[in-house]
Structures are given as C-alpha cells and as structure tokens.
C-alpha cells in the first residue's frame, strides 16, 4: 500500500488546484491509476484487482482524499460499481467486468434519482426484458465519474423487483449531460445520465430479481464507506496546512488558534478510529457492519466539514483563493455531508438502530 500512496502522491503533485479550478481530472491520470487496479483495490485478486481489505483500501483512500477530492470521489464512484457488479453478478459477469474495470477502463455507478435520492421505492428508472435482451429508460442524477466512465453501472425497477445494468457509455440511448459549476469535488464529473430506450443484451444484466434495498445498499454501503475515509484524508490535509503556517507566534501562546488546532487534531482521532472499525467489520463480516458505516460516515462528514471550515478561518485571506486546499476541502466537506444519505438521515438510521436496541418506539 505505501508504494501506491507514494505513485499517487507523485501523480498529483502539487496539481489538485489547477484541476479544480479547470473543473476536470486528466483522463490519462485515471487510466493510469485504472490499469494499476486503483481505483477499486478491493476487487479480489481472482478477477484481477489487488484484493485489499477495507481497512487498507481506507488508508488509501483517506491518502487520496488529502490530495484531491476529486479523484477521490472518482475512486469511490468506481469502487460502488465494481462492488455492485461483485455482489450481484454471476461468476462470470464478475469475472468479465471486473477484469475490464481493474485494467485501466473507467466505471460509475447510478443509483439516486432527481426525486428518489433518499427512497429506494421511489426509483423510476425501469429495465425489462424483450427477448435476449433488456431495454433501459430513466434517469439518474448526479453521477460522480459519469463524465470519465466508459461503463455505467445503473439500478432500477425490474418486475416486481430490481436489477442493475452495466451500459457502455457511448450506448445508443445514453446521454451523459455533466453537472454545471458543481459546489464541491468540481473535477469529479458529477453528471445526469439519460437513459433513452437503451437496449443491451441480457448479460449486461446483474442482479434481477434482487429487492430494491438489496440493490441500493450493494453500492451505497461501499460509497459511505469510501466517503468516510475520505473525509478523514480532508482533516489529515487540514491539519497539516495549519500546523505548519506561521501565526506570528508560537501555538503555546496563542490561545485560540491552539484551541481549534487541537479540535482538528480531535476531530481527524475520532474519525480516523470510527473508519477503523467500520472497516474491521466489514473485513470480519460483522453484522455491526452496517451501522458502524452509517456511524462513521455521519461523524467524518460533519467533523470534516466543521474541521474546514476552522482551517479557512485560522488562515484567514491566506485560505481563500479558489484553488487553495483548505478552501477545496471546505466545499468538499460539505458537500460529504449531503451525498451518499444526507447527515440528517444518517442521523434517523443511527436512531432507529438505537430504538430497535432498546425495543422501543419513539414517541
């Protein structure tokens, strides 16, 4: 894992805000990444990829997330699609796709909607069959990577059920219409994917006939996990740049800024430990795996976004240009507090699970 920290560290350089303010990550960067298996590390060695556990695909991605947030959200768009296609593919179409996405070809996975972003029922998008081959129509909004991706790996109703299709983006049909002046993650290609009467062969299928929540958690899970550790790659990058400005005086006698630098340092120890064990239980297959994510991707994002914004205060007009790192991680952070379930409903899932640990009901 440290070697390909330090290739991702030379690849970025000192890069990042020159992307973000261009609003776009060169192609030849992400291939690069891509054939090096990257950009989903955990895929199993079996269909090509490095077979990382969680915990040493957080590390990496965290690393990712102090240099450019950006990539990272492309990271975690590819890593959704590849473990979706890895929970709900036959052996066959995971060896297919999975080879293909660990070999420098691009993937991102759709699943929320303009209306549906929090309801997995309210889903429109609808896949169905018509001979050897299914037909797609719907829409998915804000799909991170979709700019970049050669495949789109999206879910929608099948029957009575749900299914996910994995769809070239060139397909007839397609129409990728990337996001204007995205808040946060600017060079991620946050796009709307327009799926027109797109017809593909049944193998491009995976999954049918699985429920809904089933098909939405196989990817919103890893896309939580990934944001969490992402957010504690936005702290780490925070800390640094405040540890080492010069205030005028030392940290010792300067109260205040002492003050906030310990709180990041606080921030970036709790975080870092919740992701830990999110990942232990995920590598373990612990039934705590679920809520530990939920946990630890609700305390990063608002502790990343709270830990921000104190590092753009603390630098003052030194932290305001566009491209500088606290100012890109402050839009960033807050941007993690809205996608992959909204900090508030992770907060109704965390009491939920509280109540139903209690056997009771909230009144």
Not at 122 to 136: C, H, K, L, N, Y
Not at 161 to 184: K, L, M, T
Request: charged share 20%; aromatic share 4%.
């Amino acid at each position: 894992m440290r070697e390909a920290a330090a290739l991702l560290t030379k690849l970025v350089g000192d890069r990042a805000g020159d992307w973000e303010r261009e609003g776009v990550l060169p192609l030849e960067l992400l291939r690069k990444l891509g054939a090096h298996g990257l950009l989903c590390a955990q895929v199993p060695s079996a269909h090509g990829g490095r077979g990382w556990t969680s915990r040493d695909n957080g590390a990496f991605t965290a690393h990712a997330g102090s240099l450019c947030g950006s990539l990272r959200s492309v990271m975690t768009s590819q890593g959704m699609a590849a473990w979706a296609i890895e929970r709900l593919g036959d052996a066959a179409q995971r060896d297919h796709y999975l080879r293909r996405l660990t070999c420098g070809e691009l993937a991102a996975a759709g699943f929320s909607e303009p209306q549906a972003g929090s309801d997995p029922a309210a889903m429109t998008t609808q896949i169905r069959p018509e001979g050897d081959s299914v037909v797609v129509d719907g829409r998915k909004a804000w799909v991170a990577a979709a700019h970049y991706a050669d495949l789109l790996v999206i879910g929608g109703k099948y029957g009575d059920g749900a299914a996910a299709v994995v769809v070239p983006s060139d397909a007839a049909g397609v129409r990728v219409e990337r996001v204007a002046d995205p808040p946060g993650c600017r060079a991620a290609g946050h796009a709307t994917v327009v799926l027109d009467s797109v017809r593909l062969p049944g193998d491009a299928m995976v999954g049918a006939g699985a429920t809904i929540p089933l098909l939405v958690s196989s990817s919103l899970a890893y896309g939580r996990m990934s944001m969490a550790w992402g957010c504690v790659g936005i702290l780490r990058a925070c800390l640094e740049v405040v540890t080492r400005h010069r205030f005028g005086r030392p940290l010792s006698r300067h109260q205040r800024v002492a003050g906030q630098v310990a709180d990041l340092v606080s921030a970036e120890g709790v975080a870092t430990r919740l992701c830990e064990y999110a990942s232990a239980c995920w590598d373990s297959g612990s039934p705590e795996m679920v809520i530990a994510t939920v946990l630890a991707k609700y305390e990063s994002a608002r502790r990343a976004a709270a830990g921000a914004e104190a590092a753009v205060r603390l630098l003052a007009e030194a932290g305001t240009p566009h491209e500088h790192i606290v100012a890109r991680a402050y839009r960033d952070a807050k941007l993690m507090e809205i996608i992959e379930d909204s900090n508030e409903m992770c907060l109704l899932v965390l009491a939920d699970h509280a109540v139903r640990l209690a056997g009771g009901e909230l009144r």
